[in-house]
């Protein structure tokens, strides 16, 4: 399929699921990182010509990251007459949290935490504007290697971009026009105050895991199902406890 072409199929699908849902949402809520699949999803809503927004919410983000979230939302303003934008400061929140919780003081927890209150806040104004949360993963990252937080960013109502490759959104990225910055950056989850990078948390960059993904016979492929299978348990259905004879 041509890059133009999945954009095009993706802005009607969205589209069309907003219309077969029982009442039709009036806006797609968006949260904007700064990176190149939230910038993508976020443009790609903009082009369904519903409401769309996009919500900026650092948490002792660092500045470089939060700088292009906001250069974000400036260019889909002026692209867009049907986006508004948020700027959702929630430091004070993390903070509270962390206090409230600090007899059980995990970094890593800490971390998703932070992807936790963002999906929170993005259902609330959800709710407050008839919308539906719209999730920015990609095949690789989200649905490859499960690398994202569970109820955090993996907390949506759809997933437009789900089926798509890294490179393909990248592609997608260009041929919208996404800012030149944001195509160029590193790729980062953003909830570490050292900026790692989702290359050093992986051990393998993007264009590795996609060849893993799709070769068998890649020095990368154990590595790649040693990755997913950590992480199956955020693809795969909550387990039921089903009684018998019930």
Not at 155 to 174: F, H, L, N, R, Y
Not at 185 to 213: F, H, V
């Amino acid at each position: 399929m041509q890059t133009s072409d999945r954009i095009n199929y993706i802005r009607d699908w969205i589209s069309n699921y907003c219309k077969s849902m029982p009442t039709e949402p009036e806006s797609l809520i968006v949260g904007v990182s700064g990176g190149i699949d939230s910038s993508v999803t976020s443009t790609i809503c903009a082009l369904t010509g519903k409401k769309t927004l996009a919500i900026s919410m650092p948490i002792k983000q660092i500045k470089e990251q939060q700088d292009l979230s906001l250069k974000h939302q400036e260019w889909l303003k002026s692209k867009f007459k049907n986006v508004d934008s948020h700027l959702v400061i929630l430091d004070n929140l993390f903070k509270s949290f962390k206090n409230s919780l600090s007899e059980f003081d995990s970094a890593h927890g800490l971390a998703n935490s932070r992807a936790r209150l963002r999906m929170t806040t993005l259902y609330q104004i959800a709710a407050t504007n008839n919308g539906i949360v719209v999730g920015t993963g990609n095949k690789v990252e989200d649905f490859g290697v499960g690398f994202y937080t569970k109820y955090g960013d993996g907390g949506v109502d759809i997933s437009p971009i789900a089926d798509c490759t890294k490179t393909q959104v990248w592609e997608m990225g260009k041929n919208l026009g996404i800012l030149n910055e944001i195509i160029k950056a590193e790729p980062t989850d953003g909830l570490w105050d050292d900026a790692r990078t989702d290359a050093k948390q992986l051990g393998m960059s993007y264009k590795e895991l996609e060849e893993a993904m799709k070769n068998s016979s890649s020095k990368n492929h154990k590595k790649y199902l040693e990755i997913r299978k950590r992480n199956l348990h955020k693809m795969e259905p909550i387990p039921v406890c089903k009684m018998k004879n019930d």
